[in-house]
Protein backbone atom coordinates (compact mmCIF):
# COMPACT_ATOMS: atom_id res chain seq x y z
CA UNK A 1 0.00 0.00 0.00
CA UNK A 2 1.28 3.32 -0.78
CA UNK A 3 1.35 6.11 1.51
CA UNK A 4 0.11 9.81 0.80
CA UNK A 5 2.83 11.50 -1.13
CA UNK A 6 2.27 14.29 1.78
CA UNK A 7 2.83 11.73 4.30
CA UNK A 8 6.14 10.43 1.94
CA UNK A 9 7.39 13.96 2.06
CA UNK A 10 7.62 14.34 6.08
CA UNK A 11 9.32 10.83 6.20
CA UNK A 12 12.15 12.24 3.54
CA UNK A 13 12.48 15.24 6.04
CA UNK A 14 12.74 13.05 9.08
CA UNK A 15 14.72 10.84 7.60
CA UNK A 16 16.54 13.76 6.64
CA UNK A 17 16.96 14.41 10.65
CA UNK A 18 18.59 11.39 10.84
CA UNK A 19 15.46 9.71 12.77
CA UNK A 20 14.67 5.90 12.99
CA UNK A 21 12.47 4.01 11.38
CA UNK A 22 11.00 4.01 14.75
CA UNK A 23 10.88 7.26 15.66
CA UNK A 24 9.27 7.99 12.07
CA UNK A 25 6.99 5.48 12.24
CA UNK A 26 5.83 7.21 15.96
CA UNK A 27 5.68 10.05 14.33
CA UNK A 28 3.82 9.63 11.26
CA UNK A 29 1.52 6.83 12.92
CA UNK A 30 2.83 4.32 9.80
CA UNK A 31 4.40 1.02 10.85
CA UNK A 32 8.18 0.68 10.89
CA UNK A 33 7.88 -2.10 8.39
CA UNK A 34 6.25 0.65 6.25
CA UNK A 35 8.92 3.28 7.39
CA UNK A 36 11.40 0.67 6.72
CA UNK A 37 10.20 0.09 3.49
CA UNK A 38 10.34 3.46 2.62
CA UNK A 39 13.86 3.89 3.37
CA UNK A 40 14.95 1.66 1.03
CA UNK A 41 12.51 2.91 -1.64
CA UNK A 42 13.86 6.85 -0.85
CA UNK A 43 17.50 4.98 -0.43
CA UNK A 44 18.39 6.62 2.44
CA UNK A 45 20.94 4.66 4.53
CA UNK A 46 20.16 3.38 7.90
CA UNK A 47 19.88 5.73 10.70
CA UNK A 48 22.70 6.25 12.87
CA UNK A 49 23.04 4.27 16.27
CA UNK A 50 21.33 6.22 18.92
CA UNK A 51 23.35 6.20 22.13
CA UNK A 52 21.76 4.27 24.78
CA UNK A 53 20.11 6.60 27.22
CA UNK A 54 20.72 4.03 30.28
CA UNK A 55 24.35 4.01 29.56
CA UNK A 56 26.71 5.26 32.00
CA UNK A 57 29.20 8.01 31.33
CA UNK A 58 31.17 5.99 34.29
CA UNK A 59 32.89 2.92 33.76
CA UNK A 60 31.90 -0.23 36.27
CA UNK A 61 35.68 0.52 38.10
CA UNK A 62 34.26 4.53 38.21
CA UNK A 63 30.95 3.59 39.59
CA UNK A 64 31.98 1.55 41.82
CA UNK A 65 34.07 3.75 43.26
CA UNK A 66 31.07 6.29 43.82
CA UNK A 67 29.58 3.89 46.37
CA UNK A 68 32.91 3.23 48.81
CA UNK A 69 34.08 4.86 51.51
CA UNK A 70 37.69 4.41 52.46
CA UNK A 71 38.24 2.91 56.01
CA UNK A 72 41.37 2.36 58.08
CA UNK A 73 43.91 -0.07 57.51
CA UNK A 74 43.01 0.09 53.60
CA UNK A 75 40.03 -1.51 53.94
CA UNK A 76 36.76 -0.17 52.40
CA UNK A 77 33.54 0.64 53.17
CA UNK A 78 30.32 -0.21 51.03
CA UNK A 79 27.79 2.64 51.13
CA UNK A 80 25.31 1.75 48.38
CA UNK A 81 22.70 -1.00 48.07
CA UNK A 82 22.58 -4.58 49.18
CA UNK A 83 20.79 -7.20 47.62
CA UNK A 84 17.75 -7.87 50.03
CA UNK A 85 17.77 -11.28 52.00
CA UNK A 86 21.85 -11.70 52.06
CA UNK A 87 22.80 -7.98 52.20
CA UNK A 88 25.55 -8.41 49.16
CA UNK A 89 26.57 -5.32 47.80
CA UNK A 90 25.53 -4.40 44.39
CA UNK A 91 25.10 -1.61 42.12
CA UNK A 92 23.36 -0.71 38.50
CA UNK A 93 25.24 -0.07 35.60
CA UNK A 94 24.18 0.66 32.45
CA UNK A 95 20.73 -1.31 33.15
CA UNK A 96 22.38 -4.17 34.83
CA UNK A 97 22.59 -5.04 38.62
CA UNK A 98 26.58 -6.07 39.22
CA UNK A 99 27.91 -7.60 42.47
CA UNK A 100 29.85 -5.25 43.78
CA UNK A 101 32.71 -8.09 45.43
CA UNK A 102 33.47 -9.54 42.19
CA UNK A 103 34.20 -6.28 40.17
CA UNK A 104 36.43 -5.41 43.22
CA UNK A 105 38.58 -8.16 42.36
CA UNK A 106 38.44 -7.18 38.82
CA UNK A 107 39.64 -4.07 39.61
CA UNK A 108 42.52 -5.41 41.62
CA UNK A 109 43.34 -8.33 39.27
CA UNK A 110 42.27 -7.60 35.67
CA UNK A 111 40.71 -11.00 35.77
CA UNK A 112 37.42 -12.40 36.19
CA UNK A 113 37.55 -14.53 39.48
CA UNK A 114 36.86 -18.20 39.58
CA UNK A 115 33.89 -18.92 42.53
CA UNK A 116 32.86 -16.77 45.23
CA UNK A 117 34.81 -13.69 45.84
CA UNK A 118 34.93 -13.04 49.66
CA UNK A 119 37.21 -10.08 51.85
CA UNK A 120 40.25 -12.54 53.17
CA UNK A 121 41.28 -9.18 55.48
CA UNK A 122 39.21 -10.02 58.80
CA UNK A 123 36.82 -7.30 58.26
CA UNK A 124 33.66 -9.49 56.06
CA UNK A 125 32.23 -6.34 55.31
CA UNK A 126 34.89 -4.58 53.41
CA UNK A 127 35.24 -4.22 49.63
CA UNK A 128 38.83 -3.22 49.31
CA UNK A 129 39.93 -4.19 45.90
CA UNK A 130 43.19 -5.46 47.15
CA UNK A 131 41.49 -7.21 49.67
CA UNK A 132 39.46 -9.76 47.82
CA UNK A 133 39.94 -13.47 46.92
CA UNK A 134 38.28 -15.64 44.57
CA UNK A 135 38.47 -19.21 45.82
CA UNK A 136 41.81 -20.14 44.45
CA UNK A 137 43.41 -17.33 46.38
CA UNK A 138 41.59 -18.30 49.20
CA UNK A 139 43.32 -21.35 49.17
CA UNK A 140 46.65 -20.11 48.76
CA UNK A 141 46.23 -18.18 51.66
CA UNK A 142 44.48 -20.30 54.01
CA UNK A 143 48.09 -22.58 52.82
CA UNK A 144 50.23 -19.44 53.60
CA UNK A 145 48.15 -19.29 56.73
CA UNK A 146 49.05 -22.29 57.51
CA UNK A 147 53.20 -22.71 56.95
CA UNK A 148 53.46 -19.32 58.67
CA UNK A 149 51.25 -20.67 61.57
CA UNK A 150 53.20 -23.90 61.65
CA UNK A 151 56.74 -22.27 62.07
CA UNK A 152 55.95 -19.71 64.72
CA UNK A 153 53.18 -21.67 66.91
CA UNK A 154 53.85 -20.70 70.50
CA UNK A 155 53.64 -23.71 72.14
CA UNK A 156 56.29 -23.89 75.26
CA UNK A 157 57.83 -27.32 74.96
CA UNK A 158 57.83 -30.46 72.63
CA UNK A 159 56.25 -33.27 73.06
CA UNK A 160 58.87 -34.67 75.88
CA UNK A 161 59.16 -31.59 77.71
CA UNK A 162 62.27 -29.44 76.25
CA UNK A 163 61.49 -26.06 76.70
CA UNK A 164 60.64 -24.23 72.83
CA UNK A 165 63.21 -21.31 73.87
CA UNK A 166 65.83 -23.17 74.91
CA UNK A 167 65.83 -26.11 71.74
CA UNK A 168 64.03 -25.14 69.24
CA UNK A 169 65.40 -25.00 66.05
CA UNK A 170 64.87 -25.00 62.40
CA UNK A 171 65.48 -26.80 59.38
CA UNK A 172 66.68 -25.85 56.14
CA UNK A 173 63.18 -25.28 54.70
CA UNK A 174 62.12 -23.22 57.29
CA UNK A 175 60.53 -26.00 59.16
CA UNK A 176 61.11 -26.36 63.31
CA UNK A 177 62.23 -29.32 65.11
CA UNK A 178 63.49 -29.76 69.03
CA UNK A 179 67.13 -29.74 69.12
CA UNK A 180 66.96 -32.08 71.95
CA UNK A 181 64.93 -34.79 71.16
CA UNK A 182 66.91 -34.47 68.00
CA UNK A 183 70.30 -34.72 70.00
CA UNK A 184 68.72 -37.57 71.91
CA UNK A 185 67.89 -39.91 68.78
CA UNK A 186 70.93 -39.38 67.67
CA UNK A 187 72.63 -40.42 70.60
CA UNK A 188 70.73 -43.28 70.97
CA UNK A 189 71.35 -44.41 67.32
CA UNK A 190 75.18 -43.96 68.05
CA UNK A 191 74.69 -46.28 70.91
CA UNK A 192 73.16 -48.80 69.02
ZN1 LIG B 1 39.62 -5.01 54.05
ZN1 LIG C 1 62.29 -32.33 72.54
Redesign the pocket.
Known sequence: MALPAETVGRLVELFRDGASNRAAARELGITKNTAARYRTILAFPPAPKQPNPRRSPLTVAEKFATFTRPAEDGHMQWTGRRARGHGTPVFNHDGRTLTARPVAFRIATGRDPVGYVTAECGDRDCVAPAHMEDEPGRARVRAQLAAVLGTTARRDA???G?ATAE?RRYGPSGDPY?G??REETRTREGAA
Open positions: CRRHHCAC
